[in-house]
Nanobody, 128 residues
């Protein structure tokens, strides 16, 4: 079955960096767009980045553009989120998602927890 396992979260000071990883299994990874989504306390889901099958198309939310970078390794079935200049508002649980549609991967359709395949998430907490 499809499995997505995130890692790399933790506590970081404002201005710091983290690299989140997501290991995928149970499906032909190189045939699917992948996405990172986050959820802050008391807030809804926020799509933050999407990557095409061959990594030739990258999409970012305005809130992270220029600071975060999504990438993938199709040989290892992994997707990554490089987070730089992390700010307090980036505190959230970060989820790796195999979305149901390309529009969800691109951020033009909001993510839904009852659609696609989700990992368990990894927590990022930012302190000043």
């Amino acid at each position: 079955q499809v499995q997505l396992v995130e890692s790399g979260g933790g506590s970081v000071q404002s201005g710091g960096s983290l690299r989140l990883s997501c290991s995928a299994s149970g499906f032909p990874f190189n045939k699917y767009w992948m996405t990172w989504v986050r959820q802050s306390p008391g807030k809804g889901l926020e799509w933050i980045a999407g990557i095409s099958m061959k990594a030739d198309k990258l999409y970012y939310a305005d809130s992270v553009k220029g600071r975060f970078a999504i990438s993938r390794d199709n040989d290892k079935d992994m997707v990554f989120l490089e987070m730089n200049n992390i700010q307090r508002e980036d505190t959230a649980r970060y989820y790796c998602l195999r979305p149901s549609t390309v529009s969800q991967a691109m951020g033009t359709t909001p993510p839904r927890q009852d659609e696609g395949y989700w990992g368990q998430g990894t927590q990022v907490t930012v302190s000043s």
